[in-house]
């Protein structure tokens, strides 16, 4: 026991939310208590996904149900017809001793099964599967276990052994519970997202720096429908003081401007669903943040062959004069009607500004291509809101994060 104890000195204990860290005096591990920020946010829209998910679920086999319903009337109905059009003596030539003998086989089958058709859709929603994949403390992935409810396991990865180690030693000081949920692996990232294509419904990108190498394989690990959460702190390239080195990371070229925040956030969403799309999958944003230093993204990525078409719609390259704050966006493709009733992509028309800006008279620069489809969905940022003012006491950075959901439900 004092051995322990005079293990326990070197440590001092942080805590946040409903869980608590051992973080080594020395700090050998990264922690950085400013990002409470970020972890509150994420767990509000983790709530959101979960009951979302769940809504959608029940919808969808109500909606089965009722389909198989249907056909199952239609094709009694349709006996029922054949049954009157015949005759006594075609009734009598179907009703033979084979089905007669069958029929009492099956009947107590059929009364287990009376309360409980055997075409109702009942496969059970499984609870979600959660991956960090930059666990470090394992603060976030122990935050997620503790504090929402309904998921399964949450995996946590690091590729330092240092923190895998503080990461397993958190999960057991904060006890049995967390230790049935959290798993922590010494792993790189992106090898295990992309041996487990499909798999995580929730997958947490939080790196110190940009998380352009990860997007690649994070996209494939999502689940249909699935949430992928992702953050870049390479404000500096974002804005535009790097152009080369954002266009080599997010394959994008920023323009200065006062809107510089939403440019970022836009480079980022343009560049994760270029990576989707490279496997048949395409994103909808539901939150789209710029907080503190870092900007904050939530997207749910689904797989469409068709729907990618319209990616070259939700994309635009931007012209930013350099004189006065006057931008303009040219979208990448158009839509055009066809004979069939249905519409073909071509080259958008363009320019859509003259060679010199109309206000000012100055030149244009050019930036992008960026997203230039809405970045949230105002559905979700209604019921995150609604959810975090219920819970008001389970949000340490609460004043910060209704501030921003407040701002973006206003828009």
Same mark, same amino acid.
């Given at each position: 026991?004092?051995?322990?104890?005079?293990?326990?000195?070197?440590?001092?204990?942080?805590?946040?939310? *409903?869980?608590?860290?051992?973080?080594?005096?020395?700090?050998?591990?990264?922690?950085?208590?400013?990002?409470?920020?970020?972890?509150?946010?994420?767990?509000?829209? @983790?709530?959101?996904?979960?009951?979302?998910?769940?809504?959608?679920? *029940?919808? @969808?086999?109500?909606?089965?149900?009722?389909?198989?319903?249907?056909?199952?009337?239609?094709?009694?109905?349709?006996?029922?017809?054949?049954?009157?059009?015949?005759?006594?003596?075609?009734?009598?030539?179907?009703?033979?001793?084979?089905?007669?003998?069958?029929?009492?086989?099956?009947?107590?089958?059929?009364?287990? *099964?009376?309360?409980?058709?055997?075409?109702?859709?009942?496969?059970?929603?499984?609870?979600?599967?959660?991956? *960090?994949?930059?666990?470090?403390?394992?603060?976030?992935?122990?935050?997620?276990?503790?504090?929402?409810?309904?998921?399964? !396991?949450?995996?946590?990865? =690091?590729?330092?052994?240092?923190?895998?180690?503080?990461? !397993?030693?958190?999960?057991?000081?904060?006890?049995?519970?967390?230790?049935?949920?959290?798993?922590?692996?010494?792993?790189?990232?992106?090898?295990?997202? @992309?041996?487990?294509?499909?798999?995580?419904?929730?997958? =947490?990108?939080?790196?110190?720096?940009?998380?352009?190498?990860?997007?690649?394989?994070?996209?494939?690990?999502?689940?249909?429908?699935?949430?992928?959460?992702?953050?870049?702190?390479?404000?500096?390239?974002?804005?535009?003081?790097?152009?080369?080195?954002?266009?080599?990371?997010?394959?994008?070229?920023?323009?200065?401007?006062?809107?510089?925040?939403?440019?970022?956030?836009?480079?980022?969403?343009?560049?994760?669903?270029?990576?989707?799309?490279?496997?048949?999958?395409?994103?909808?944003?539901?939150?789209?943040?710029?907080?503190?230093?870092?900007?904050?993204?939530?997207?749910?990525?689904?797989?469409?062959?068709?729907?990618?078409?319209?990616?070259?719609?939700?994309?635009?390259?931007?012209?930013?004069?350099?004189?006065?704050?006057?931008?303009?966006?040219?979208?990448?493709?158009?839509?055009?009607? !066809?004979?069939?009733?249905?519409?073909?992509?071509?080259?958008?028309?363009?320019?859509?500004?003259?060679?010199?800006?109309?206000?000012?008279?100055?030149?244009?620069?050019?930036?992008?291509?960026?997203?230039?489809?809405?970045?949230?969905?105002?559905?979700?940022?209604?019921?995150?809101?609604?959810?975090?003012?219920?819970?008001?006491?389970?949000?340490?950075?609460?004043? !910060?994060?209704?501030?921003?959901?407040?701002?973006?439900?206003?828009?």
């Amino acid at each position: 026991m004092a051995e322990v104890e005079d293990k326990l000195k070197d440590y001092e204990i942080k805590k946040e939310g *409903e869980a608590e860290i051992l973080l080594h005096k020395k700090n050998a591990v990264f922690y950085n208590p400013v990002q409470v920020h970020n972890r509150d946010m994420s767990i509000a829209v @983790l709530r959101t996904f979960v009951a979302k998910r769940k809504e959608e679920h *029940e919808a @969808l086999v109500d909606k089965r149900n009722t389909s198989h319903e249907k056909n199952k009337e239609g094709e009694t109905s349709s006996q029922n017809g054949e049954d009157a059009s015949t005759g006594q003596q075609d009734e009598m030539d179907v009703v033979c001793e084979k089905e007669l003998n069958k029929a009492e086989d099956q009947i107590e089958d059929l009364s287990k *099964e009376a309360t409980k058709p055997s075409w109702k859709v009942t496969r059970e929603l499984k609870p979600p599967l959660v991956l *960090e994949a930059l666990a470090a403390t394992g603060l976030r992935s122990l935050r997620y276990a503790r504090e929402v409810e309904g998921l399964g !396991k949450v995996v946590a990865l =690091d590729n330092d052994k240092a923190s895998v180690e503080d990461c !397993k030693r958190n999960i057991k000081f904060n006890g049995a519970s967390a230790a049935s949920k959290v798993e922590a692996y010494l792993v790189d990232a992106r090898i295990h997202m @992309l041996m487990h294509p499909k798999e995580f419904d929730v997958v =947490d990108l939080d790196p110190y720096g940009s998380p352009s190498i990860f997007l690649d394989s994070a996209v494939q690990a999502v689940a249909d429908g699935g949430l992928l959460m992702c953050t870049a702190t390479d404000m500096a390239v974002l804005c535009g003081t790097n152009g080369e080195v954002c266009y080599s990371k997010y394959g994008s070229f920023p323009t200065k401007g006062k809107y510089c925040h939403e440019m970022a956030l836009r480079i980022l969403l343009a560049s994760i669903e270029s990576h989707a799309n490279r496997y048949k999958r395409y994103i909808v944003p539901v939150l789209s943040v710029f907080m503190d230093f870092y900007i904050r993204v939530f997207v749910r990525v689904f797989t469409s062959a068709s729907e990618i078409k319209n990616t070259p719609l939700k994309l635009s390259y931007i012209y930013q004069c350099v004189g006065c704050d006057s931008f303009h966006l040219q979208c990448l493709a158009r839509t055009v009607p !066809k004979k069939n009733n249905g519409v073909k992509h071509a080259p958008a028309i363009g320019p859509v500004v003259p060679q010199e800006c109309s206000d000012c008279g100055k030149k244009f620069n050019i930036g992008g291509p960026i997203w230039s489809a809405p970045i949230h969905d105002q559905d979700w940022v209604v019921s995150t809101l609604t959810g975090v003012k219920s819970m008001k006491d389970r949000y340490p950075a609460y004043d !910060k994060i209704t501030s921003v959901l407040t701002t973006v439900s206003e828009f």
